[in-house]
């Protein structure tokens, strides 16, 4: 398996050359391995209960399990300092997650996973404010962008 710094290379020189434009769908496209389902973003950014650290926990399991395209995650202790958790405090966090059943933890092997109750059975009502966003994003941005920059374009044309 390639490390994810040799798998990004040939794409480095296009990054460095546009840092500021949009990123186009047909290039994130090409990251499907990087890519988190909806409902598990869903549940974490609009179930209020979760802790800050806990939101991070969550998604630091997501990105090493389903960003792997593994249902598991094989996690030490030690590395969730990459996120700024001592291993002196992850066991109680991680105890907890696995109380609420959104993550499974097996710690004599080192395993850790998102439960199917993460994957959307759990019913999220989504605030008027976020159907706005979406709607502002999905339905109106469509209207009014009538080009999305390529590789070639890299402008957007505004119409009206």
């Not at 500021?20 to 869903?42: A, R």
């Not at 590789?151 to 505004?158: A, E, G």
């Amino acid at each position: 398996m390639k490390p994810v710094a040799e798998i990004l290379k040939p794409y480095k020189s296009k990054l460095n050359k546009r840092y500021s434009l949009p990123v186009e769908i047909e290039f994130i496209k090409n990251f499907e391995f990087l890519w988190l389902p909806l409902p598990i973003l869903n549940t974490i950014l609009f179930h209020h209960d979760f802790t800050k650290r806990q939101t991070k926990i969550l998604l630091f399991i997501a990105r090493f399990s389903i960003g792997c395209r593994r249902s598991t995650a094989h996690l030490k202790r030690s590395d969730f300092t990459e996120i700024g958790i001592d291993p002196s405090d992850i066991s109680s966090e991680l105890k907890k997650l696995q109380s609420t059943h959104f993550i499974g933890w097996n710690p004599s092997k080192n395993s850790v996973w998102i439960t199917r109750k993460l994957l959307g059975n759990l019913p999220i009502k989504l605030s008027p404010k976020v159907g706005e966003i979406l709607t502002r994003n999905l339905v109106k941005h469509q209207q009014k962008v009538s080009v999305l920059p390529t590789s070639s374009s890299h402008k957007h044309r505004q119409k009206g």
